[in-house]
């Protein structure tokens, strides 16, 4: 229940072998700050800026979007903030008020269209803003900048140079700044940026794995459509292969790895991702504490069999008849 859960905050997150897990927590909308703060999580993994932009009449300037991320990083009180750069289109983009005032709308198949990275470097202003608030809100604690929906290493250099760019302008209009830029790291959430991950990995700071969209762009199924959502799952061997391959990579190159999306609060998908050699997860707030009486449940000994039958199995459902196993 929930006092027992809430005796779990004091303990160290770690297998039953000792192996430390990493838990962070996801931020989508900004009254979640405090609950986040609370959660238990050591830093946030993965914050969704979206919601600036949201149902808003006026693109939010550079100073509006300092003050939204230096409260997040002065909140989690000197945990890490990753801050994903805005993940417009798709299925993100609001129809409401502002939904016009970036002009990526009405693309016959907006999943596959310019959406993420891809606006990014088509509109420099906009992403020239939001990393010079960035930047900013880094001299208030350790922030961590995330691009999405990444296919290639062009794009992470493309950002990169804008960064040092904006850093310099900065610079030389005295702005208080960190005494470093902030790292800069990479969502690994299509096939193309998991396949490409090695080379990705030698200029990147860190990798977060987002299987919301690894699953819909690796499955061909949309998240979003009643149809086809029964063959929608993450647990699919060949994207485990995907991400076993991008935590692989990771490792080789001697950078950070965590997973991002939904997958990471499922309790039963544990055992598993550890043994794809996952030691970083980010998940909703809520679900910190169930996920880390999860981990400290779990002997990271046994779970390599498990990931290795796992990439072997012969569709999702025989994936979850294992994790079911392994859990009884
Ligand atoms: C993901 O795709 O898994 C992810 C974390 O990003 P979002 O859900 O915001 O697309
Ligand atoms: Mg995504």
Redesign the pocket.
Known sequence: GQRSLGRLRRLASETLDHVPIELQA?LELPFELPMVAQSGATGIG?M?SEFLFMNQDILPDEDRQFATYREAVLAMDGDPVTIRLL?WGGD?QSDGPGAELIPNTHETNPALGLRGVRLLLQHKTLLETQLAALLRAAAFGPVRIMI?MVSCLTELIAVRQAMRLVWRRLEVAQIRLPAEPPPLGV?I?TPAAALNAATLARESAFFAI?????TMYTLAVDRAVAGTVALYDPLDPAVLKLIGMTIAAARQAGIPVSL???LASRTGAVPLLIGLGLRQFSMHGGAVLRIKRAVRATDSRSCADLAAAALAATGAAAVHALIDGAAA
Do not use: F, Q, W, Y
């Open positions: 996801n993965l969704r993940d993100k999405p969502m959430e987002g299987t919301n969209d690894l991002c999306g939904e």
